[in-house]
């Protein structure tokens, strides 16, 4: 006999219909609780969520600050330009604060003159910023100590070491009721991240300490790397060892909503156990972008923005095209990587519900803001320009990338409570 059966009073073996007005308010009663206990737990994770104000924050990868180093894949000889630009739309979109993710600047530089040199040219914000390593940060002609040459940011912004060993990972409160850890999966002359076992230990006892806040999580690789990442040789050597150890981590926990990460320069959205991975791309390799989260007590509206220089986003996508990375995508159709890095609508401009199972929701196009041109000199120049001349270039970017707003469109109707979902 089915609970069906049951709960209309129908009998085992029998035909009958028979059903009284108090045993089926009986029936009715004991089998809606029963769905409540189902979900009782998953509300109660949902309006912790909720319990933390609006607010919103920039994410900012792949910067690779330098003087003096000649373009390649990344726009080296521009890099400085395109902080200075980002940072403008950032301090006139006024987020709460700034997290760089990792590989702010192409080695530190001798005696560490591209760190210093990125200190000065983040000083416009009038937020706080924080950041986490990348490769690139402790890669230099020496063994580069990330103490030594990043202590003093660190411990001036909040970020204190936890452990006192050559990893600095690090978890804070950005703004009430928000919980925000910083992984460390840098390893020096390596694609390839690792996050040893005490870090682990470390993230579990942290994720136990601050129950009950909204936690957002950060690393440069990708803890669940994007297609093609996600596949055998030579893309593997791009991501985390540890990648799904420290997922199942985070996944323990129901107040992890959202994951970071860059490396791979690639515009990505998924989902796995109501957990949003976001893959983001760097400013500059093409697309040339980064994104803003605005965070509301219901989801994450998400919006990209891009480099304004038209020409030099062009020239970026040149470069990627020919790319070693392109050709072993695809040998015949290296230009099919540029839609790789890109991504989808879905991957750019959204908005990721924190209700269970809940499916990302469009956002509406709107009308993308003009970009400016640069002259042919700035493009084709053999020298880093002037911090004089980078100034007098630098107009203010007024819309994101078909940029997220209100009058949100449902894609799909919601999933069912518990299902899990992703844009793969």
């Known amino acids: 006999m089915s609970q069906a059966d049951d709960l209309l009073g129908n009998k085992e073996g029998g035909s009958q219909f028979r059903l009284t007005r108090r045993s089926f308010l009986s029936k009715t009663s004991l089998f809606l609780a029963s769905l409540g206990a189902l979900s009782l737990e998953s509300a109660f994770d949902y309006a912790c969520a909720a319990n933390s104000g609006d607010f919103s924050f920039a994410f900012i990868e792949g910067v690779h600050l330098s003087s003096g180093i000649p373009d390649n894949v990344k726009l080296l000889a521009e890099s400085q330009l395109f902080l200075q630009n980002a940072l403008k739309t950032v301090s006139e979109q006024a987020?709460?604060?700034?997290?760089?993710?990792?590989?702010?600047?192409?080695?530190?530089?001798?005696?560490?003159?591209f760190w210093q040199l990125f200190i000065d040219v983040v000083q416009v914000l009038n937020c706080p910023w924080y950041f986490v390593f990348g490769e690139q940060d402790i890669t230099g002609a020496a063994p580069v100590d990330r103490m030594r040459t990043y202590g003093p940011d660190l411990k001036g912004r909040g970020m204190e070491p936890k452990d006192g060993g050559p990893e600095c990972y690090w978890s804070l409160d950005p703004v009430p009721g928000v919980h925000l850890i910083g992984l460390d999966s840098a390893k020096a002359n390596s694609n390839a991240g690792f996050i040893k076992q005490a870090q682990l230990d470390w993230?579990?006892?942290?994720?136990?300490?601050?129950?009950?806040?909204?936690?957002?999580?950060?690393?440069?690789?990708?803890?669940?790397?994007?297609?093609?990442?996600?596949?055998?040789?030579?893309?593997?050597?791009?991501?985390?060892?540890?990648?799904?150890?420290?997922?199942?981590?985070?996944?323990?926990?129901?107040?992890?909503?959202?994951?970071?990460?860059?490396?791979?320069?690639?515009?990505?959205?998924?989902?796995?156990?109501?957990?949003?991975?976001?893959?983001?791309?760097?400013?500059?390799?093409?697309?040339?972008?980064f994104k803003i989260f605005r965070v509301k007590s219901d989801g994450i509206l998400v919006e990209t923005y891009q480099i304004t220089y038209e020409a030099?986003?062009?020239?970026?996508?040149?470069?990627?095209?020919?790319?070693?990375?392109?050709?072993?995508?695809?040998?015949?159709?290296?230009l099919s990587f540029l839609k790789v890095v890109e991504g989808e609508e879905l991957d750019r401009n959204v908005f990721l519900p924190f209700a269970p199972g809940a499916l990302p929701l469009k956002a509406p196009k709107k009308k993308k803001a003009p970009k400016q041109k640069a002259s042919k000199a700035s493009v084709d120049k053999k020298k880093t320009p002037t911090s004089s001349q980078q100034k007098s270039d630098i107009k203010p970017q007024t819309a994101p990338v078909d940029s997220a707003g209100n009058g949100m469109e449902k894609l799909n109707a919601p999933a069912e409570t518990g299902k899990e979902t992703g844009n793969n």
Request: glycine share 6%; net charge positive.
């Open 312 to 334: 030099l986003v062009k020239k970026a996508k040149r470069e990627l095209s020919s790319s070693r990375v392109s050709f072993q995508y695809s040998s015949r159709k290296p």
């Open 95 to 113: 987020v709460d604060f700034v997290l760089f993710g990792g590989d702010q600047v192409e080695s530190p530089g001798r005696d560490d003159t």
């Open 203 to 289: 993230l579990k006892k942290d994720l136990r300490e601050n129950r009950g806040k909204l936690t957002i999580a950060v690393s440069h690789h990708p803890l669940l790397p994007p297609p093609p990442y996600d596949s055998g040789p030579p893309w593997e050597e791009f991501i985390v060892e540890q990648g799904a150890q420290t997922r199942e981590v985070l996944g323990a926990s129901k107040d992890v909503r959202l994951v970071l990460s860059g490396h791979v320069g690639i515009n990505k959205i998924q989902k796995e156990r109501d957990i949003w991975y976001v893959s983001c791309p760097s400013l500059t390799v093409y697309p040339c972008q």
